[in-house]
């Protein structure tokens, strides 16, 4: 009898174990790194808008931006999977590694997806809600589908998906867009090419095996960093712009300047780089994350007075 309750106590936490590993493939399909960054700005979105929501809305607006952020992970996953596969940076998701089927990505991203607009919608407004959906369907089906495999201009076009969170916030707050989300809409999609192309530079051979038309697989190293000295320029000077229109403190603007000349420096010295020098490319990588996180914790900490999520 002890034989058989020790057994059975073995399968059960077998069985529990096998669950939770389960689940936690689920929860990869949906990017949570890059959910992280969606929740974070859309956060700053409805914090600064004129009108705020109620504490229990405004937590279901979070939850339901996260939800929709990590649809598009899962269907993007779903879509990928063929590159993915030949892809070291993914080979190891769970799609390529038979944890998850393509089937059960789809139909988890749709219900996802669907639950995610339908809680925005009776917690917020129809804006919000259509404003979600447009996103997950412009990442999936046109950045995903159409020009991550047509085009070298990937990832400007499709990094519009990437930028809207905060545009949801104010609009689930608000019911309408506004100048302020609309900058840091702009902040975003600037930030977005040297941040990606950074990395895609010591990743080509990765891109290009899998037959993704990269800047840097395409135009080559000395066209992509110049590209991303144009665009770190374009967007230090974008960065100035929440304080220049007001909503943003002199903090604000002290750390917009000094981090905007240090991500300018990076971009340059990758720009004079000789040879294919992959650590002043991590360097522009790794930085261009703390000075994102560093503007908008910046435009939080201004209206911090409002971090209830109400009025």
Known sequence: ????????????????????????????LTKPRVMGLAVFTAVIGLTIAPTGLDPLPGFIAILAIAAGAGAAG?????YDADIDAVMAR?????????????????????????VAVTALALATNL????LLACTIVFYV????????RSTSQNIVIGGAAGALPPVIGWV???????????????IIFLWTPPHFWALALNRSDDYARAGVPMLPVVAGRAATTRQILIYSSLLVLASELPWVLGFAGAIYGVIATISGALLFLFALRLNRSIGADRRDAHRLFLFSIFYLFALFAAILTSHSDRLNLGT
């Open 127 to 130: 804006a919000a809600a259509a």
């Open 172 to 186: 689930a707050a608000t019911g309408h867009a506004g100048l302020e989300p609309t900058t840091l809409f702009l």
């Open 1 to 28: 009898m002890n034989n058989i309750s020790v057994s059975v106590s073995r399968l059960r936490l077998s069985s529990r174990s096998d669950r939770i590993a389960r689940m936690s493939h689920f929860v990869s």
């Open 90 to 114: 993914t080979a190891m998701r769970p799609i390529p590694r038979g944890k998850v089927s393509k089937l059960e990505a789809l139909v988890f991203g749709l219900v996802l997806g669907v």
């Open 74 to 78: 899962a269907l993007n996953m779903w």
């Open 141 to 148: 089906a046109v950045y995903t589908a159409w020009l991550k």
